[in-house]
């Protein structure tokens, strides 16, 4: 896959679909690889007439990793927030924003559509916040506004993901990551046991670097809630949200349209916190639907 030489970072990104289409640019949550997004609803949304970007936020992937900021402590910062203390991080949401924006700037893009899911979601939203001239609409996936009298996260789905493997086998990892999914999948269109199995080994021989993870979560948890700034949105918004998500609960998705003028709100039954192959329908209906209609207006429009 390509590198891009974006906001003093290598950022790994792969494309799908025609460049001359209207571009839609993917952004995955923490800890999460690009391979995350499935290929069937990438090539899905470009058979819809997308060009489709999916990249590794920083810290991640096969992206510049932050390795100069240390390691992270987690648990610190999760006292620190639950005592009402300010949360240090090596860096914030904010920057991973200017990442995506930057990315589209070096890959020649000047406008594009904004999907991010989980923390995805909230630079998503923070693209808009922050670069409304180059975004044509967002989409915020299973995702919330930071607002922290919202509910939080179950116990087991955040055990599972907090939780370390037993050692750092590449047995141990795999297994670690498929544990986490069945916690956080989805009820109504689970993963096969192959599929899960499949998934996490790719992600443990692609890259591992839990102290990346654990420096993006520091970034979440040291985030302002982002209600005012989403009021100030003028752009066309979807909130796309599991009813049985029980890592980021459907409380967040809802104030999460709430408060973004005009935007849709899609609740899905029996979805949860994950990607699914029984999930790509859902996903490609949802998105590729609304970002069409988006394209559909600009076009009477204009």
């Keep these: 896959m390509p590198q891009a030489e974006a906001n003093g970072l290598s950022i790994e990104y792969e494309t799908f679909g025609d460049r001359a289409n209207p571009a839609l640019l993917l952004i995955m949550g923490v800890g999460c690889q690009l391979i995350m997004w499935p290929e069937d609803l990438c090539q899905g949304l470009a058979d819809r007439g997308f060009f489709v970007i999916r990249y590794d936020n920083r810290d991640i992937g096969l992206t510049t990793k932050m390795d100069d900021a240390g390691a992270p402590d987690i648990m610190a910062a999760l006292t620190a927030q639950l005592s009402g203390e300010p949360v240090k991080a090596p860096y914030s949401l904010d920057d991973m924003a200017d990442d995506a924006a930057a990315l589209l700037k070096t890959l020649g893009i000047d406008r594009a559509h904004i999907v991010g899911a989980s923390m995805g979601g909230m630079i998503a939203q923070l693209v808009a916040i922050r670069h409304p001239e180059i975004t044509k609409s967002l989409t915020s996936i299973m995702s919330t506004t930071g607002n922290p009298d919202l ?152």
Aim: hydrophobic content about 45%.
């Design 151 to 302: 509910p939080a996260a179950k116990d087991e789905a955040m055990g599972a993901l907090l939780t370390p493997p037993a050692d750092t086998s590449r047995e141990s990892l795999i297994a670690q990551g498929v544990t986490m999914w069945k916690v956080i999948g989805s009820p109504k269109y689970p993963a096969t046991e192959e599929e899960l199995t499949t998934l996490a080994a790719r992600n443990v021989d692609r890259s591992i670097c839990p102290e990346g993870f654990g420096r993006q979560v520091l970034a979440i948890l040291s985030a302002p809630a982002r209600n005012e700034a989403l009021a100030k949105l003028s752009v066309p918004a979807m909130v796309l949200h599991g009813a049985d998500d029980p890592l980021v609960p459907v409380e967040g998705g809802k104030d999460t349209a709430d408060a973004i003028p005009g935007a849709r709100l899609e609740i899905i039954d029996g979805m949860a916190h994950d990607f699914t192959q029984a999930l790509v329908p859902v996903y490609l209906d949802k998105i590729g639907g609304f970002v069409s209609q988006v394209e559909s207006g600009r076009a009477a429009a204009e």
